[in-house]
Each structure stands twice: as C-alpha cells, then as structure tokens.
Nanobody, 112 residues
Framework: QVQLVESGGGLVQPGGSLRLSCAASGSIFYTMGWYRQAPGKQRELVAYITTGGSTNYADSVKGRFTISRDNAKNTVSLRMNSLKPEDTAVYYC????????WGQGTQVTVSS
C-alpha cells in the first residue's frame, strides 16, 4: 500500500508558474504520473515518469510542464510554467497506473 500526498496547488495568473509535489509513504519504484480533472471533464494523463527516468507528456502541456522524481526521497514533482486558464483542474498524483494508488488531489486555478 502506497499513500500519496500532493501539495503546491493554488491560484496563479495566466503565464505564471507552480510546482506540485507528491510525497509517498513508501518506496515508489513504479511509474509515477500526474493526472488532472477539470469540472465536467474526464480525468486525463498530464505526464508520467518511469523508474528509469523516461518521461511522457500530454500534447497540451509539452514544453511547459516538467515531471521529475527523487527515488531516495520518495517524491515526484511537476513543474508547470506558462500556465493557461485551461490548465485549471484538480491535479492528482498517481503511482503505477489507473489501478494503482492515487493522492487526494490538489486544486490548480489559473485566472486573472
């Protein structure tokens, strides 16, 4: 069982930046990801990073978001730059895919 706790969400103006962090209760020797869900929409994959450090991003965030991990500290982060209003959503940390473990989510609101 892995427990995930996200932090770092908040309100930011368009063009601004935020850094989300996810702390795991145990070893995270799995593929880790960030998903998001906007009101009225399905949850979607934002980015993931494998145990070897390979990354993959949704087309909508490529070039703006960066996912990273620190296996020694059992943490995963998502650096978000050039934020847009359409990035507004609840962001969830995920361990080991859709049937794995989920955090409780952190709200990101991009608005002027």
């Amino acid at each position: 069982q892995v427990q995930l706790v996200e932090s770092g969400g908040g309100l930011v103006q368009p063009g601004g930046s935020l850094r989300l962090s996810c702390a795991a209760s145990g070893s995270i020797f799995y593929t880790m990801g960030w998903y998001r869900q906007a009101p009225g929409k399905q949850r979607e994959l934002v980015a993931y990073i494998t145990t070897g450090g390979s990354t993959n991003y949704a087309d909508s965030v490529k070039g703006r978001f960066t996912i990273s991990r620190d296996n020694a500290k059992n943490t995963v982060s998502l650096r978000m730059n050039s934020l847009k209003p359409e990035d507004t959503a609840v962001y969830y940390c995920n361990c080991n895919g859709a049937y794995g473990f989920w955090g409780q989510g952190t709200q990101v609101t991009v608005s002027s």
